[in-house]
């Protein structure tokens, strides 16, 4: 059973820039995607960026020309740069790796914006 393990979250203010990493200890045989979601209180869970197997990848239209997701093939991790954060990014988030068997979660990582 693939684990993951999530680091990066924690407080900024408005503006400001964290940098989320979910690593994927040991071999995975292949990926068919690598990506976060996140959840605000109240809110459903939605989809923030992933990166497929290949290379490409997708952003929600709230985040575009803010983050960058990115991955280390070697190391089976993805980051997700955040910038220009705003209150509204404000949420847990979610990593997940799809290996075209099952879809592994994190166990989530909090960003909080404010001043």
């Known amino acids: 059973q693939v684990q993951l393990v999530e680091s990066g979250g924690g407080l900024v203010q408005p503006g400001g820039s964290l940098r989320l990493s979910c690593a994927a200890p040991?071999?995975?045989?292949?990926?068919?995607?690598m990506g976060w979601y996140r959840q605000a209180p109240g809110k459903q869970r939605e989809l923030v960026a992933f990166?497929?197997?290949?290379?490409?990848?997708k952003y929600a239209d709230s985040v575009k020309g803010r983050f960058t997701i990115s991955r280390d093939n070697a190391q089976n991790t993805v980051y997700l740069e955040m910038n220009s954060l705003k209150p509204e990014d404000m949420a847990a988030y979610y990593c997940?790796?799809?290996?075209?068997?099952?879809?592994?979660w994190g166990q989530g990582t909090q960003v909080t914006v404010s001043s």
């Open positions: 990166i497929t197997g290949d290379g490409s990848t």
């Open positions: 040991g071999s995975i045989f292949s990926i068919k995607s």
């Open positions: 997940y790796l799809n290996n075209y068997q099952s879809i592994t």
